[in-house]
């Protein structure tokens, strides 16, 4: 008979015997709190699958020596020894860590627990035996217990030191763990695993179907951060690869539906209050790889490659010059957000942890799981005869593309991405929205990966297919994903430029950047930037409107518009300057109720627009009401490079006031751009 799934918070890391200890109390309240505990012990449910014998002993232990506090309580005793004292506390302690013991065989990782059995089979042997020594040494007569609950502790202690003595870790236990065991050596020799024997194990541990594998991947993904030792957590991601891939063979795909009921109850980060040392300055979310650069301001990897791929030398907080591109790994922050997205209950991406030591990989078994259970989900999806089949299968790819660099490679290497570009189309999305959208959201996850970025542009099919979502997707969802694939793959310089050539692509940024909802339009405008970087597809973008679309979106995501304005400007000469003659109130609008980046990025556009459109446009400037008070404003509260662009400003005005030329190379200098906003594909 099955069990119905139970969602289990993250195993905890036990505190020290020290941390059990409460202030001193009165020998009665001390009884009291005695009483109290052993009676949580005794409502505790028994674990069903490890460790239940050990469990049951335990508990049943509590049971009796309730009985003992409860009289000691009703004698009314008006003091006790200090020995007495001493046994009580040291008592409270044992029993703390007895239900220690039994919660944590409940939650957290079954997989991992198992691994762990016998270690955590003698902590059961310690606190049975420090139990008792602890009736042996204390003072029953002293107590004046009646003769029944003395014979009782009597009892307690027999059965303990017995207990302690002859223990022995059950044997179904230690021969589930070796079968386990056995069972990863095989994955690691390319053995591919028995389904009987797979499910035999699983039965075993009560991981009966897929919403319950789903469980136990997030509990072992969790136990991850509590791991110090790397020897563990490659044993860990291994056990991952090992219930991903029994997942798929024994109980199929996870129902979609499902998985959004059971993700409900978790935060996401964007609903969470993120500490704001925790986001990248560049792209303001959450950083999952935070690194420090040569001027020591730290940044999210992804972010901070994208900004060098550019081309850009700069620190995009600080703008000064780098000097080195290295990027240096901020362990110490990485650890404190892993710890804050487990406390907060919101998934954080672990490292695959299959490192290379003398061209060997050392968490082979990991990898091969990954291999098997990608081989399986794209030889299962090439057959597939319906639509739904389909859909379940490329959901299960989704989410499996979305974990780490090994199960992108994995499933791009299986040949996935030109199965994929089957489900893009807009027939598809008609008749199941769902499917379009898994199926691109798995190209935008498989697109991390740098290598997955030339397989996807060299299979025309799939490639097509993205841009063809993006035009016409059968929901904004859908488009937003496929313009931040767009985004991704654009990364990459010799992409950009063809990506930057195709007027589908231009022309689906920029309607989805007009049309579509918030975070399709910051899908949209950051895809837009990163093509900017080319300076013959900005000439496309400026023949597209890109400027007149700017002046629609500027005032929802005004970070990001200028930020595209600003290098458009730049690269486009004075046909991008001429269309821009209208921005330019808003623009020293921004320059006062904007952002930092928002202020920065305006008051570089606008050196770049007069340095541009000469007179015509540095006199539409100077009319704006106020406009000198907002610059001296810039001047006095701006970044180090707004404050050095207010300057040149200030410096333009006053030249054109006087009647001269306000373009002398002296007066206006052109400097990069040092900050973007940029999109970390989800």
Same mark, same amino acid.
């Not at 490329?394 to 570009?421: F, H, M, T, W």
């Not at 379009?436 to 097509?464: F, G, H, P, Y």
């Not at 059968?474 to 496929?482: C, D, H, L, M, P």
């Given at each position: 008979m099955g069990v119905s799934p139970r969602v289990f918070p993250p195993r905890k890391r036990r505190p020290s015997a020290g941390a059990f200890i409460s202030p001193k109390l009165s020998g009665r309240k001390l009884v009291q709190s005695l009483y109290v505990l052993s009676q949580e012990i005794s409502s505790l449910k028994p674990p069903e699958f490890l460790l239940k014998r050990n469990s049951v002993f335990i508990i049943r232990k509590a049971k009796l020596l309730a009985v003992l506090f409860e009289e000691l309580l009703g004698n009314r005793v008006s003091a006790f020894s200090s020995s007495s004292l001493l046994c009580f506390e040291e008592m409270y302690i044992v029993l703390q860590r007895m239900k220690m013991l039994i919660e944590d065989c409940w939650n957290g990782s079954r997989m991992w627990l198992l691994l762990q059995i016998e270690m955590v089979a003698n902590s059961f042997r310690e606190v049975t035996m420090n139990l008792s020594t602890l009736l042996d040494i204390l003072r029953l007569k002293e107590l004046e217990l009646s003769q029944d609950v003395e014979d009782v502790a009597v009892l307690i202690r027999k059965q303990c030191s017995s207990r302690s003595k002859s223990f022995s870790l059950d044997p179904r236990d230690g021969d589930l763990r070796l079968k386990v065991l056995t069972m990863l050596d095989e994955i690691k020799r390319e053995i591919v695993p028995d389904h009987s024997k797979l499910n035999l194990i699983f039965q075993s541990l009560g991981l009966r179907d897929a919403l319950s594998c789903r469980e136990e991947i997030e509990s072992l993904e969790a136990e991850i951060q509590n791991q110090n030792d790397q020897k563990s957590k490659h044993l860990i991601v291994a056990l991952i690869g090992l219930v991903r891939y029994s997942k798929c063979v024994l109980f199929g795909e996870s129902s979609q539906k499902s998985d959004a009921i059971r993700l409900r109850r978790?935060?996401?980060?964007s609903e969470a209050n993120v500490p704001a040392d925790f986001r990248c300055p560049i792209s303001l979310e959450l950083m999952k790889d935070p690194v420090v650069v040569a001027t020591g301001q730290t940044y999210d990897r992804e972010s901070i490659n994208v900004w060098i791929e550019s081309g850009h030398n700069t620190c995009p907080k600080t703008g000064q010059t780098l000097a080195h591109t290295n990027l240096i790994p901020n362990s110490s922050l990485k650890n404190l957000i892993a710890m804050w997205c487990r406390e907060q209950r919101i998934p954080f991406e672990y490292e695959s942890s299959n490192e290379k030591v003398n061209g060997v990989i050392t968490n082979k078994a990991a990898l091969e799981a990954t291999k098997m259970t990608a081989s399986f989900l794209v030889n299962k999806l090439s057959t597939s005869q319906s639509v739904?089949?389909? $859909?379940?299968?490329?959901?299960? @790819? %989704?989410?499996? /593309?979305?974990?780490?660099?090994?199960?992108? &490679?994995?499933?791009?290497?299986?040949?996935?991405?030109?199965?994929?570009?089957?489900?893009?189309?807009?027939?598809?999305?008609?008749?199941l929205p769902n499917l379009?959208?898994?199926?691109?959201?798995?190209?935008?996850?498989?697109?991390?990966?740098?290598?997955?970025?030339?397989?996807?542009?060299?299979?025309?099919?799939?490639? $097509?297919?993205?841009?063809e979502v @993006? %035009?016409?997707? /059968?929901?904004?969802?859908?488009?937003?994903? &496929?313009?931040?694939?767009?985004?991704?793959l654009s990364g990459v310089h010799a992409h950009r430029k063809r990506l930057g050539r195709k007027t589908r692509v231009i022309m689906g940024l920029m309607d989805l950047a007009k049309n579509g909802p918030t975070s399709s339009k910051r899908d949209a405008l950051v895809a837009i930037l990163n093509l900017a970087g080319d300076r013959e597809t900005v000439a496309r973008l400026v023949e597209g409107g890109i400027v007149e679309m700017i002046s629609e979106v500027v005032n929802v995501l005004p970070e990001v518009s200028v930020t595209i304005l600003e290098a458009v400007v730049r690269r486009g000469g004075l046909a991008a300057t001429a269309q821009a003659y209208n921005l330019i109130k808003k623009l020293g609008f921004l320059l006062r109720e904007g952002s930092d980046t928002t202020r920065e990025s305006a008051a570089a556009t606008l050196v770049t627009i007069c340095r541009r459109g000469g007179s015509a446009m540095v006199s539409e400037l100077a009319v704006m009401p106020g406009i000198?008070?907002?610059?001296?404003?810039?001047?006095?509260?701006?970044?180090?490079?707004?404050?050095?662009?207010?300057?040149?400003?200030?410096?333009?005005?006053?030249?054109?006031?006087?009647g001269l030329d306000v373009c002398t190379s002296s007066v206006i200098s052109t400097t990069t751009m040092s900050s973007s906003t940029v999109l970390l594909p989800s």
């Open positions: 978790k935060k996401s980060a739904q089949a389909a $859909n379940d299968i490329v959901y299960e @790819l %989704r989410v499996l /593309a979305k974990s780490d660099s090994d199960s992108r &490679a994995c499933i791009a290497e299986a040949g996935a991405i030109p199965l994929l570009g089957r489900y893009l189309g807009s027939d598809v999305g008609s008749d379009q959208i898994n199926a691109v959201t798995t190209i935008l996850n498989l697109s991390i990966l740098e290598a997955n970025k030339t397989r996807i542009m060299e299979t025309d099919d799939t490639l $097509n297919g993205v841009i @993006l %035009r016409s997707g /059968a929901t904004w969802e859908a488009k937003g994903n &496929a313009a931040a694939t767009i985004f991704s000198e008070r907002i610059i001296w404003e810039l001047l006095e509260t701006g970044t180090s490079r707004a404050r050095r662009k207010a300057a040149t400003i200030l410096r333009v005005l006053r030249r054109w006031a006087a």
